[in-house]
């Protein structure tokens, strides 16, 4: 009997297991599926930067570049008020120019933006609370690693994480902000195309990069105290 009772807990037990490490599983595929990762790896941003479409890819990058350009010589609020108002001008005109038109040609087409104006522009509240749960989901998990790194939970990982936090204020004391979204937004159209033209060279040299950093840290891992700690938990 008491045989019995113990498979029955322990097969419930392995059963919790499963279960909570289904959920876990679940949790991890939709916060990658939601990621930044996921976003530029999504077929219409992927067109984009690979330029298969040039005059949409073209546009797109345009229009970007200009906006950071402009950011970085004009404040938000003058960029913003800039841009409203180029926007109000083009529709303002083409509203008094099909007027005009209609009322030489006598038609009655009526409004010219009619169809936008009844089209539905607002936001669904599934829609709301879909976007609020993929944000939690964000911040949760940042929060968690910097509670991890910062109280060094694991002494290589913050040891990491203070050699990245070192380098940048080297890149801080060249460039500011905007200045690194100018260069992120050219590399970002510019490095794709000549890697899908380049990708068995790149990958080699990528190869060996990783290789070298990985066998680095892992000398150090190896004369750092509790280094042998993480190696068993692992």
Not at 105 to 128: A, Y
Request: glycine share 4%.
């Amino acid at each position: 009997m008491d045989t019995q009772s113990s498979q029955i807990s322990s097969s419930q037990g392995l059963t919790d297991g499963q279960n909570s490490a289904a959920k876990e599983s679940k949790l991890s595929d939709s916060f990658l599926s939601s990621s930044p990762v996921s976003l530029i790896q999504s077929p219409q941003v992927n067109d984009l930067i690979h330029w298969r479409d040039p005059k949409k890819s073209g546009v797109v990058f345009g229009l970007s570049l200009l906006l950071l350009l402009s950011l970085a010589a004009f404040s938000v609020i003058s960029v913003i008020s800039y841009m409203l108002l180029a926007l109000l001008c083009v529709t303002i005109t083409f509203r008094i120019y099909k007027s005009v038109v209609q009322a030489v040609q006598k038609s009655t087409e009526g409004h010219p933006f009619r169809e936008l104006i009844e089209k539905d522009v607002t936001i669904p509240p599934e829609t709301f609370r879909k976007h609020v749960d993929t944000s939690l989901t964000h911040i949760n998990r940042a929060l968690k690693q910097m509670s991890r790194l910062f109280l060094v939970e694991d002494l290589v990982d913050s040891l990491k994480l203070a050699v990245v936090m070192w380098m940048l204020t080297y890149v801080g004391a060249v460039f500011n902000g905007i200045t690194i979204l100018i260069l992120a937004d050219i590399l970002l159209f510019a490095v794709p195309p000549v890697y899908e033209k380049n990708k068995t060279q790149i990958d080699h040299y990528i190869d060996l990069v990783r290789t070298q950093v990985n066998n680095t840290i892992a000398k150090l891992q190896e004369k750092l105290p509790g280094a042998m700690k993480r190696t068993k938990t692992e």
